[in-house]
């Protein structure tokens, strides 16, 4: 049950719940090291369970993390908290959704909604550079933030049901339906496999619904919705609204042109020639491609450690404190390198006025840990971010490691050596690193990695496993998906046992370490198996060494049944 004051993660204090859905709950908390205030997204008890639900949960967090926009909400952290499941830290936003302020007013003015779909296009054409399509663009999905000086940001959520490019987000089958139908594209409502166009759809519908005050095809039963989609009269905005800009029945009909090619081809070309459709308020408010915000956020990296993000002012009072060692590099969105933090330093004491004594930032807010940490926590080393390149030699590779449950990086190849030598990275593990096709099994990775001097040798962090050696990590947007060995469970009496790599349990057959009493389940299988059946299947030849009952606890951890495994026999 989640309560005020509940721990997330380890490192998320509960403060007080912002809202629930039948999916997930969303919580306000304060981070406890650096006291950020951050949203977090718990999935709900009853989905955690599910295998569907979680994988939304990640292409959400997998999607988002890929995106970087101003009008995207901002992924800060996502990981598994061992009472409540799997969760999502995101920036704590002010304001309320279009879908509530369309609930209130009914309409809004056509230079507001200009405004509006051009910061979502500008999100989308991110997206849509990536290969993901969000398939769920809907007022509920777009949040209103207020700025300065009055100003109104307008961010996209909820990447949970995005497609995206094969061997990176998960794919939909084709004939299943995905997203919210009275915003679903002919294609989509089809079953139809869909690309970027069908987002073109949504903010064409969003539009009428903002201008019009109603939905264009609003039916009671989903077959009408559907139908009135894919073959009803489309309908004359106009006719229904008088106070719509001129040209707009013309926008409206390109915008929700049932063969996708007569649609706008880009999100931004649909925004832009809109704004062109509204008063000359709306059309100085366009946002030039690839807008900066006002307030930049930095990383700052020394090739092991990265921290982030980080505003400008509070960087500067790192330089001043000390609290920057020299070597360390900084990037922010936008920049095509790495930058060295004096270069930086001495850009941030001219943007900010006449010396750091003058910013507002007092140096209390850096934290007591040394070096960059005192800055902020460790981040994910940015995903849109280059490789860090030193003056002293070549670009310093970074591993990612993943054993299928957990993913940590970036490692250089110093700490991914110490851990190997501690033990604490298992034989089954696959690393990766920029440039590679494909992840590699760990022994292939230690054959690139020349032999260490003691001057390059590092402790290992405190942990256990994967986390010894690095920050818990997303899998990085150009890895490609590994292919991992499916996991086995043993069964003996009361006794459970697993996961067990394929491999060792291959090994624990052959040598004869598998009791007959024995029940064993495989990952991606629909049932149990008999260790006799097991051997025929893998074709593992019988071994005259037979192990006694109650002996499985050898082959690896203790554990209880995963949800998915299916009903023991009997």
């Not at 939909?172 to 339906?177: A, I, R, Y």
């Not at 009671?220 to 106070?243: D, F, H, K, R, Y």
Request: hydrophobic share 45%; net charge negative; aromatic share 6%.
């Amino acid at each position: 049950m989640l309560i005020p004051g509940h721990y997330l993660g380890g490192r998320y204090r509960l403060v007080r719940p912002l809202g629930a859905g039948g999916m997930s709950a969303v919580w306000e908390a304060e981070h406890i090291n650096t006291g950020r205030a951050v949203a977090v997204k718990i999935v709900s008890a009853d989905l955690a369970r599910q295998p569907e639900a979680i994988a939304r949960f990640n292409r959400e967090a997998r999607s988002a993390a890929q995106i970087r926009s101003p009008y995207v909400v901002q992924i800060f952290d996502h990981d598994v908290d061992q009472d409540l499941g799997p969760f999502l830290a995101m920036e704590l936003l002010e304001g309320e959704t279009l879908g509530q302020l369309l609930q209130r007013e009914g309409t809004i003015a056509p230079w507001r909604i200009a405004r509006i779909l051009t910061h979502i296009a500008s999100a989308l054409t991110k997206a849509h550079d990536h290969g993901i399509v969000h398939r769920d663009v809907k007022p509920d999905n777009i949040f209103l933030v207020q700025v300065e000086h009055g100003d109104e940001m307008a961010k996209l959520l909820d990447f949970g049901v995005a497609k995206g490019p094969a061997g990176n987000l998960a794919q939909t089958m084709e004939g299943v339906l995905i997203g919210t139908a009275t915003h679903m594209s002919p294609e989509q409502a089809l079953g139809k496999s869909v690309d970027y166009r069908t987002d073109i759809w949504a903010l064409g519908v969003l539009a009428f619904e903002a201008l019009v005050g109603r939905l264009p095809f609003a039916e009671e039963s989903l077959a009408a919705q559907l139908m009135a989609i894919c073959i009803g009269t489309i309908p004359v905005p106009s006719s229904m609204n008088a106070a719509v800009p001129a040209g707009f029945d013309e926008w409206f009909a390109r915008a929700v042109h049932r063969d996708p090619e007569e649609r706008f081809q880009s999100a931004e070309e649909l925004a832009g020639s809109l704004v062109d459709l509204c008063d000359t308020a709306a059309r100085s408010l366009r946002v030039p491609p690839n807008p900066v915000p006002k307030l930049c956020l930095y990383f700052v990296s020394d090739g092991d450690v990265t921290v982030g993000p980080v505003d400008g002012p509070l960087l500067l009072k790192g330089f001043d404190a000390g609290r920057v060692p020299e070597g360390t590099r900084v990037w922010t969105e936008g920049w095509p390198r790495w930058r060295p933090a004096a270069e930086v330093a001495d850009e941030l004491r001219l943007e900010f006025g006449c010396g750091h004594d003058t910013l507002e930032v007092p140096i209390a807010l850096l934290r007591e840990e040394p070096g960059l940490e005192a800055l902020a926590g460790r981040s994910m080393f940015p995903p849109m971010a280059p490789a860090i390149q030193y003056s002293r030699g070549p670009s310093v590779p970074v591993f990612y490691l993943t054993d299928g449950t957990t993913t940590v990086g970036p490692v250089r190849s110093s700490k991914l050596r110490r851990g190997v030598d501690a033990g604490e990275v298992a034989a089954d593990t696959l690393v990766w690193r920029d440039g590679w096709s494909e992840w590699r099994s760990l022994q292939s990775a230690l054959e690139g990695i020349v032999e260490l001097g003691p001057e390059d040798l590092e402790d290992v962090v405190e942990g256990h496993g994967l986390e010894a050696i690095g920050p818990r990590s997303m899998l990085p947007p150009a890895a490609p998906v590994p292919v991992l060995e499916p996991a086995c469970y043993v069964v003996d009496g009361d006794l459970t046992v697993g996961p067990i790599p394929l491999t060792g349990l291959r090994e624990a057959l052959a040598d004869g370490l598998l009791p007959a009493s024995a029940l064993v389940w495989r990952e991606g299988t629909g049932a149990w198996r008999t260790v006799g059946e097991l051997r025929i299947e893998l074709n593992v030849s019988l071994s005259h060494a037979v192990a006694s009952p109650g002996k499985v606890v050898a082959l690896g951890p203790v554990s209880i049944l995963p949800p998915a495994a299916p009903p023991r026999l009997r």
